[in-house]
């Protein structure tokens, strides 16, 4: 029995050790800044406008000029306030919008993957302040919420690894080149 | 084995989906990866556990973990060569295969494709350019109201999608379009605003709202007009369609060279984890089977150590039909014939064990001396009635040869030389009667011996069988003598009287008629006769009281004490002296006084007719007790200073009718050894060193 417990205890350390090695990887400095948010209530949809700084890393850049489709991922997030315990999501969205590089026409092409839309950029900022633009976004209807409940509402945007190519997927996740993302903006929700 | 088969199974997803980006696994190639990992680090932790575990066993000489080890990593050397090799030479080739996609010209030819293609396109946009100028020139000149219609046939005459006048700010003056119901021109964005305002013409391939590639262009007003056209003219659908197909391709093969050493490391790692897998799993293979094959031999293993242990019915379960089955199978049979001999040893020990019991009890409670030599004339053993026949310990000279026992016993030579003369001569079986003087005592001996073979009956020693009939002989010639005394004493007495009463008469009767010579004669005669048989009686009432054995009337009574009275008797007899030595004051027995008596008189009588004539007569009486500290035994001397006894006579001396004077009856020393041998003592007798008889009395202090 004894065999067992140190066979147990030993692999739990590897595990921890492990963990504490690989998460260093991901520490990484902030690329994408969320500069202004906006929220109301229109006809019981909640609609978000805002911007957002987007700056890719040279590792990132290079590879979109390579043609490399990059994939900007928007999460916005409803947490209902807990006293006692932590803070419930009740409910998530994301958006999705690519960017890749036309090198037969030099142009930054932005997909938008929620209404399929495209639109064409001669320059990657353009192409860019494009993407940050968040215009008219509708996040949720209001029967999803409780009355007389308190939610705060978060929103976080990041590079999604998980739709690169999948040759550059495991070393995106070790690489801080590839960690793209923004803090969460938190904010109080009006009801 | 469950983990083994998951991971195979996530590895070729993962497989597949490197080789197939459309795969619907390709989504999923992180989590793969993830579990993979995770699998890993599960599949090496168990196996370093197992590792340590099995170290610790050698360690601890546990029985089977070195072999098991050792073969385990012979087998794992095995299996790691091959699959080594296999990597090693799979990568090679991966590496290689993957270069030969990004052959340089392949790239070249591409980029040339691009480039032609782009060269196509640029003159097409040349020439929309040209045409778009012409058009702003034409109609910037028109009023508002004729520019939608002017644009209209400018644009048909060209072919073009959408001719719209914009201000510099970028709102639409006029528009038309070849599609009737899009009534909104394409907007100007705020980039294109940004590079118009700079004073440049916008000329660009663009992808209008689905409608497939279009030349999209943008031109000032020639004559410095605030004014810009804009004219979208559609790619024709196959210059577009291959156009796009480079594109395609171009962009495809960019993101390839690009991603080369990434795919190589992507192929690298998934090969790696394919040879770990291989090799974690040959590991523990290896060691599953060289602990499966093992696990026999450890039973073996335990089934000779309880057999060494003594556990000889121990059976081992073996379910396997192979070599080592049938190893197992003879080690059952070999402990069931083990046990089946061992229980027929106790059998037959138990069976010798009570035989010898059986026997050894026989032997202690025999009456006869038993006692065994072995070939070398050694003693082996004896019974409890050898040691007490003999009155010695033989035990003591267990293994010892006959002269051992000689040597500390010389009063025993008579016995056990003869024994040694016999069992040389290699006699199997004697008799002969002994005589010896050992316990002091006289002892005859019938002693008897026979050859004592072995299991295989061969001669492995002697048994000799003795018996004390001392007390037999004694008894035999006693009884004899007795009936004779009786017989004697019977027959001759009746006679006795009537000769003495006839004499009597005659004497009485004829004495009175006759006289002179003739009266001295019968007085003479009938004297004669009534005298002799007087003395006749006399001999006989001896010889009765000899024959009979008389009430013993038994009173404790002081030895020393009946000494003195009896020598008090002779004390007034003036050429002898007697002197009495008592050693303790008090010597207590339990005895017949007056027989005893008898006997201390007969002593003095017969000592005393010995000195008869020597000069400074004297007679030693000492009384002693033997064993000072618990007196069991009295012992009363009687030594005089005589002639001694003759040799020839000192063996019979206490016998009936031995006597070396002319007169008495002969019967006196026979009568002392009769009441000392009633009274359960032993009289000997012997030369003393000066010369004179010493005579020997033995009584135990309580009289049996």
Sequence with gaps: MMCNFFQTKNICWLVVVSSLLFSHCAWSKEDFVIQRIETSLVENIYILDGSIQYQFSKTALEALQNGVALTLEVVIEVLQQRDLLWDKKVYDISYKSSIHYNALSDLYQVISFKDSTKHNFSTLNAALRFMGALKKLQMFNRNVLTPDVVYMVRMKTLLDIEALPIPLRPLAYFSSSWQLYSEWFSWRLGR | MILFIILIGTLDLMSSAIQNTDNANSGQYSSLLFINGIGLFILISLIAANFFKMAQQCRYRVPGAKLTLRMGLVFVVVALVPVSVVYYYSLQFLNRGIDSWFDVRIEEGLQNALDLSRASLDLNIAEHKRQTEEVIESVVQLPENMLAINLGEWRAKYNASEMTLFTNTGKAVASSNVNQGQILPTRLSEETLFHLGLGNDYFKLETIREEGMHIRIIVHDPSGGSAMLQAIFPVPKRIETLADSVKT????????????????????????????????????????????????????????????????????????????????????????????????????????????????????????????????????????????????????????????????????????????????????????????????????????????????????????????????????????????????????????????????????????????????????????????????????????????????????????????????????????????????????????????????????????????????????????????????????????????????????????????????????????????????????????????????????????
């Design chain 2, 249 to 704: 391709v171009f962009t495809k093969h960019r993101e390839r060279v690009f991603l080369h050493n990434a795919l190589k490391d992507t192929f690298t790692v998934t090969l790696s984890l394919v040879l770990l897998f291989s090799i974690l799993f040959a590991v523990w293979a290896a060691f599953y089977s060289a602990k499966r094959m093992v696990a026999p031999i450890l039973d073996l293993v335990e089934g000779t150590r309880a057999v060494s242990a003594g556990i000889y019915d121990k059976q081992l379960v073996s379910t396997r039909n192979d070599d080592l089955g049938g190893l197992v199978q003879a080690f059952n049979d070999m402990t069931k014939r083990l046990a089946q001999a061992r229980n027929e040893s106790q059998r037959a020990q138990q069976k010798v064990e009570s035989q010898r019991a059986y026997l050894q009890v026989v032997l202690s409670n025999l009456s006869s001396g038993v006692i065994t030599f072995d070939l070398d004339l050694r003693f082996r053993t004896s019974n409890d009635a050898a040691s007490e026949i003999l009155g010695i310990d033989l035990k003591l000279f267990r293994r010892s040869s006959i002269q051992k026992i000689v040597q500390v016993y010389p009063s025993y030579s008579n016995l056990f030389w003869p024994l040694q003369e016999h069992m040389i001569t290699s006699e199997k079986e004697w008799s002969e009667q002994l005589e010896i003087f050992g316990a002091g005592k006289r002892q005859v001996l019938i002693c008897r011996s026979t050859a004592l073979p072995d299991g295989a009956g061969i001669q492995s020693g002697y048994v000799v069988v003795f018996d004390d009939i001392t007390n037999l002989i004694q008894a035999q010639r006693n009884s004899a003598w007795g009936e004779v005394a009786r017989r004697l004493a019977h027959e001759i007495k009746n006679p006795l009287t009537p000769i003495q009463l006839s004499a009597e008469r005659l004497r009485r009767k004829l004495l009175v008629k006759i006289e002179g010579k003739d009266a001295t004669i019968l007085e003479k005669s009938t004297n004669t006769i009534i005298q002799q048989v007087e003395a006749m009686k006399e001999m006989v009432n001896a010889f009765s009281e000899y024959a009979k054995t008389p009430q013993m009337n038994i009173v404790p009574l002081d030895v020393n004490q009946l000494l003195e009275d009896v020598v008090e008797l002779y004390q007034h007899k003036k050429d002898v002296v007697i002197e009495l030595k008592a050693n303790r004051q008090e010597l207590t027995i339990k005895a017949d006084t007056v027989r005893l008596r008898q006997v201390f008189h007969n002593l003095i009588k017969n000592a005393l007719e010995a000195l008869d004539g020597v000069e400074n007569a004297k007679i030693e009486i000492v009384s002693n007790c033997t064993e000072s500290n618990s007196c069991q035994f009295v012992e009363i001397d009687f030594i005089d200073n005589g002639p001694g006894i003759a040799d020839n006579l000192i063996n019979q001396l206490f016998e009936p009718y031995m006597t070396t004077k002319t007169k008495g009856t002969g019967l006196g020393l026979a009568i002392v050894k009769k009441i000392i041998e009633e009274h359960g003592g032993v009289i000997s007798a012997s030369n003393s060193d000066g010369g004179g008889a010493f005579i020997a009395i033995r009584l135990p202090v309580n009289s049996s």
